[in-house]
């Protein structure tokens, strides 16, 4: 027992101090890949190198535009290292958890050049909603109100759609000692009969879709939805096939949505705590 006490001593304090300090983030980390736009020449060798099809190329008239799915995107590094110029490079950058899957989505157009290469930027949509929409109005004063009900403390329940567990495996490192999520007032809960929020991975396969669909129901209003990982926002790399039917709101109504294969236990506190209010989203 004597050991036990002396070792917890010399241990000391191990709990992250994020979100209220900044995270400390390995060196070797790869997050999201940022893209410089206007020095981009030529987004082929990205493109062809993505495995997930998160940079799609469309080209007609003499332009060319391109498409970055972040929420497609599996942070790979694959189109940094076939692109091999600045213009693409492979960040540190974890906190991507937004309010709208349109958020996600980044588009450039260029005109083309004889060679096949991009010319001068001629526009980016970052994919912003626009602020003065009144859906939108509408559905951030929901979204308030909601957080002033679930106050300060939050129970989740986690649903497993489909994942192949990557994403479950960040979401248990949430309850250990060093991220100890319950130092927020958060927990874990069995049922979503106790639930305020689900955490939903996997691309929604269809024996998990009436099971996703009960268990939205069962839990009470007022609820957020939170999809996690690549494949909980857009289906993945398994998209839409036999087996599955894409995205969590393929099938419910999702609030924020958290991307990376899996994300890291930082982006899920980011979501989290931005579904809640207490956390801002940041800029892609
Ligand atoms: S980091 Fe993302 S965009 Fe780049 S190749 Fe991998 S999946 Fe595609």
């Given at each position: 027992?004597?050991?036990?006490?002396?070792?917890?001593?010399?241990?000391?304090?191990?709990?992250?101090?994020?979100?209220?300090?900044?995270?400390?983030?390995?060196?070797?980390?790869r997050?999201?890949?940022?893209?410089?736009?206007?020095?981009?020449?030529?987004?082929?060798?990205?493109?062809?190198?993505?495995?997930?099809?998160?940079?799609?190329?469309?080209?007609?008239?003499?332009?060319?535009?391109?498409?970055?799915?972040?929420?497609?995107?599996?942070?790979?590094?694959?189109?940094?290292?076939?692109?091999?110029?600045?213009?693409?490079?492979?960040?540190?950058?974890?906190?991507?958890?937004?309010?709208?899957?349109?958020?996600?989505?980044?588009?450039a157009?260029?005109?083309?050049?004889?060679?096949?290469?991009?010319g001068?930027?001629?526009?980016?949509n970052?994919?912003?909603?626009?602020?003065?929409?009144?859906?939108?109005?509408?559905?951030?004063?929901?979204?308030?109100?909601?957080?002033?009900?679930?106050?300060?403390?939050?129970?989740?329940?986690?649903?497993?759609?489909?994942?192949?567990?990557?994403?479950?495996?960040?979401?248990?490192?949430?309850?250990?000692?060093?991220?100890?999520?319950?130092?927020?007032?958060?927990?874990?809960?069995?049922?979503?009969?106790?639930?305020?929020?689900?955490?939903?991975?996997?691309?929604?396969?269809?024996?998990?879709?009436?099971?996703?669909?009960?268990?939205?129901?069962?839990?009470?209003?007022?609820?957020?939805?939170?999809?996690?990982?690549?494949?909980?926002?857009s289906?993945?790399?398994?998209?839409?096939?036999?087996?599955?039917?894409g995205?969590?709101?393929?099938?419910?109504?999702?609030?924020?949505?958290?991307?990376?294969?899996?994300?890291?236990?930082?982006?899920?506190?980011?979501?989290?705590?931005?579904?809640?209010?207490?956390?801002?989203?940041r800029?892609?």
């Amino acid at each position: 027992m004597f050991h036990i006490f002396k070792k917890a001593a010399q241990t000391h304090l191990v709990t992250i101090g994020y979100p209220h300090a900044p995270a400390q983030i390995s060196e070797s980390f790869r997050g999201a890949p940022s893209f410089d736009f206007p020095s981009w020449r030529d987004a082929r060798p990205a493109a062809d190198a993505c495995p997930t099809g998160a940079i799609r190329i469309e080209e007609s008239a003499g332009r060319r535009r391109v498409t970055m799915d972040y929420g497609l995107c599996i942070y790979c590094g694959q189109c940094s290292e076939a692109d091999g110029t600045s213009a693409v490079k492979i960040t540190r950058n974890f906190e991507l958890g937004v309010r709208e899957r349109s958020e996600l989505i980044v588009t450039a157009e260029y005109p083309l050049e004889q060679d096949g290469s991009q010319g001068k930027l001629a526009g980016l949509n970052s994919g912003h909603a626009s602020e003065g929409e009144t859906k939108e109005h509408l559905e951030r004063s929901v979204h308030s109100r909601i957080q002033q009900v679930l106050g300060r403390s939050l129970a989740i329940r986690e649903v497993d759609a489909g994942s192949c567990n990557g994403c479950e495996m960040e979401i248990g490192a949430l309850n250990s000692p060093v991220y100890d999520l319950e130092r927020l007032g958060i927990h874990f809960v069995a049922s979503p009969r106790h639930a305020d929020m689900l955490l939903v991975t996997g691309p929604v396969t269809r024996n998990m879709e009436l099971a996703l669909l009960k268990t939205y129901r069962a839990t009470p209003e007022p609820k957020m939805v939170v999809a996690v990982g690549a494949c909980g926002i857009s289906g993945g790399i398994f998209g839409l096939n036999y087996a599955t039917i894409g995205g969590v709101d393929a099938v419910i109504p999702v609030d924020v949505f958290i991307p990376g294969c899996p994300p890291r236990p930082h982006a899920l506190l980011h979501g989290i705590l931005l579904a809640l209010g207490r956390m801002e989203q940041r800029a892609i």
